[in-house]
């Protein structure tokens, strides 16, 4: 399992974003039915992305994209050919490696990338959370040198009559949705909090034949579920927060004297107001 985290502040880019779209535009894809097929081996067909040839898919779209930006890309010294479909995982395991002195562990670069370190390694250096959790934050472009990186994926934050009535929302909608198993319906929530929290953003950006703005679901997402969409930072978490995973110890460190300059400045406008009286 490999974690995957959001960038609220970059939503161009954000990957828990673009699956929500994907998913929301496409309802039909969330099909109990679908999910509960199996092959002769008993493994789970049903595909999130359907098709044959997603390779061929994928380089069509990113020859299309470089063709449209020719002039930007060239800016940046890249030339038609140059990228290929192995250049999002090479670059992405350059990046986590060697984009930082703080970089995450090689052994979960290797095992998200899939590749070999060996008989001896392979055998004894295994997949752990915390490891993938931080390269899962890493890759999807949180600046690992900024405070910022502990930001938490858009999550609801309501009280129990708001909570019931999204996910009562969000059953009726969705095919198949009050059949769902609780992992893919989590997935579900996580993203339509994601969609709720950049409505906005995604009302200006697509385009009025897209499928998503086309969706009377999206157009008439009701505004209590909007307003609860929210995101947090360590320092100002409350009871209903998700836990914060991922962070490496310099960014705890970075999250307290950031919580420290809040304290300092709400007790440094309180005397100036006349609210309180300095100790002295």
Known sequence: MWHVYATPDKPATCPVLGLATYVFANPGLTNVEK?????????????????????????????????????EFLHLGIRPGDLGSHSARKGACSYASAGSTVSPPMVSICLR???????VKERYLQF??????????????????DVSF??????????????????????????????????????????????????????????KRNKLQASPFFTHIPLYAREAATVR??????????????????????????????????STEAILNGVILPAW
């Not at 990338?113 to 008989?119: C, K, P, R, T, V």
């Not at 993938?132 to 600046?143: E, K």
């Not at 927060?241 to 809040?262: A, D, N, R, W, Y």
Request: proline share 5%; with cysteine.
């Open 128 to 145: 752990e959370k915390a490891g993938d959790q931080y390269l899962g934050r890493v890759v999807c472009g949180l600046d690992v040198n």
């Open 35 to 71: 999910f509960t097929e199996t092959d002769e081996e008993g493994n789970p067909s049903g595909r999130l992305f359907p098709g044959g040839d997603q390779y061929g898919r994928f380089m069509d779209c990113l020859r299309r994209i470089i063709a449209n930006n020719a002039d």
């Open 113 to 119: 990338a899939m590749w070999s370190m060996g008989s």
């Open 233 to 266: 930072m360590p320092w100002n978490k409350t009871a209903n927060t998700p836990v914060f995973t991922g962070m490496p110890p310099h960014v705890s460190i970075l999250t307290q004297i950031e919580e420290l300059k809040i304290a300092l400045k709400t």
């Open 150 to 207: 502990a930001v938490l994926p858009p999550y609801f934050e309501c009280d129990g009559d708001v909570k019931a009535k999204i996910l009562t929302l969000l059953k009726d909608f969705t095919v198949g949705g009050h059949g769902l198993g609780g992992e893919i319906f989590q997935m579900l929530y996580f993203c339509f909090a994601s969609l709720c929290y950049h409505f906005e953003y995604l009302v200006k950006r697509l385009s």
